[in-house]
């Protein structure tokens, strides 16, 4: 099992297969950014199967595609099946914008994605429009459900709870994803690059005590899917919602994460700078044994917590550069 210096056990992997996302969420990517990475730079199928095998025969059970938009990615169910295969990966899910979701979830599904996360900020179309830079959320919420249909369990919506923007529609994202048996995710927006520093937070403290009481939510001990939210569910436990605070209660001293981006660099914490280049090295004809000792290396870089709220304009890569 791969260990940090603080003694943390690092099990889960989120791989970025790439930047480039077709909505412009105002707390991603900046407006008129083009600065992707460039095409020759990514990491292919094979560079990415060997590599994620050395990190689960170290211990990674746990792998999530992410972006960007991973369904921008040629051949994703692909690139999910070599995934899946790779003995001692049990865990293989996936997060979404869903806009093409709908025209390949089955073959996700039949490749070996078992969970997918779908970013939802809005159920009103013209707030979609604001937050996602255009007409989104019919094509969304069609590929939400095609995800559904095709037997993803569970299917997690992400909502970034922002102030003035979408904070009046948090009750009726708690009714539709209970309507339709989703888990809901809120989200404190992070500080990462102008955008992340720019959006409308607001603390989910008060939102929780608002909507335990409202919708009779109680503390949930059950784990779903090895990340840091916090879950409460409704009494007869149909439905979870659960809470993510990395700024007003950061959860730093169980962060099991770590990030590969899609040009082969490995972020050690979203709010710090730490990182590891193995795209030199798997293009240099680095042996297994050199790969091994390399992410062990790596995760001892790991720092120990992140300084969102100390130093909020230190990260100025925004969150697609990073994967999510």
Same mark, same amino acid.
């Given at each position: 099992m791969l260990r940090d210096r603080f003694g943390r056990s690092i099990d889960y992997l989120r791989l970025s297969v790439t930047d480039r996302c077709d909505l412009r969420c105002t707390y991603?990517?900046?407006?008129? =950014?083009?600065? =992707?990475?460039?095409?020759?730079?990514?990491?292919? =199928?094979?560079?990415?199967?060997?590599?994620?095998?050395?990190?689960?025969?170290?211990?990674?059970?746990?792998?999530?595609?992410?972006?960007?938009?991973?369904?921008?990615?040629? %051949?994703?169910?692909?690139?999910?099946?070599?995934?899946?295969?790779i003995p001692g990966i049990r865990d293989l899910s996936l997060s979404t914008n869903a806009t093409r979701l709908g025209r390949h979830a089955q073959a996700l599904k039949d490749a070996g994605v078992s969970r997918i996360n779908v970013s939802l900020d809005s159920l009103d179309r013209?707030?979609? *429009?604001?937050?996602?830079?255009?007409?989104?959320?019919?094509?969304?919420?069609?590929?939400i459900m095609a995800g559904k249909a095709a037997g993803f369990d569970p299917v997690?919506?992400?909502?970034?709870?922002?102030?003035?923007? %979408?904070?009046? *529609?948090?009750?009726?994202?708690? *009714?539709?994803?209970?309507?339709?048996?989703?888990?809901?995710?809120?989200? *404190?927006?992070?500080?990462?690059?102008?955008?992340?520093?720019?959006?409308?937070?607001?603390?989910?403290?008060?939102?929780?005590?608002?909507?335990?009481?409202?919708?009779?939510?109680?503390?949930?001990?059950?784990?779903?899917?090895?990340?840091?939210?916090?879950?409460?569910?409704?009494?007869?436990?149909?439905?979870?919602?659960?809470?993510?605070t990395p700024m007003s209660q950061h959860f730093c001293a169980t962060c099991n994460r770590v990030r590969l981006a899609v040009d082969g660099t490995l972020y050690l914490c979203l709010g710090q700078e730490e990182k590891f280049e193995f795209r030199p090295l798997l293009r240099g004809g680095a042996t297994d044994a050199e790969l091994e000792a390399a992410i062990r290396q790596a995760i001892e870089l790991k720092p120990q917590k992140h300084e969102f709220r100390e130093q909020p304009e230190k990260i100025i890569r925004f969150m697609a550069q990073t994967g999510g």
């Open positions: 991603c990517i900046p407006k008129g =950014f083009k600065g =992707f990475e460039e095409p020759s730079h990514w990491l292919t =199928f094979d560079e990415l199967e060997r590599l994620l095998s050395i990190f689960a025969r170290l211990g990674t059970s746990r792998i999530r595609l992410t972006g960007g938009e991973p369904l921008l990615r040629r %051949n994703l169910p692909e690139l999910a099946g070599r995934i899946a295969r013209g707030c979609m *429009e604001q937050i996602t830079g255009r007409d989104s959320l019919e094509q969304i919420l069609e590929g997690k919506i992400n909502m970034v709870a922002m102030r003035g923007i %979408n904070d009046g *529609e948090i009750d009726a994202m708690v *009714e539709f994803c209970i309507a339709h048996g989703f888990i809901l995710r809120l989200i *404190e927006a992070m500080p990462m690059g102008s955008t992340g520093r720019d959006a409308s937070f607001m603390e989910l403290g008060p939102i929780q005590a608002r909507l335990q009481q409202k919708f009779g939510l109680q503390p949930q001990a059950l784990e779903i899917g090895g990340g840091p939210a916090r879950y409460l569910a409704t009494a007869d436990g149909r439905a979870s919602v659960g809470f993510i």
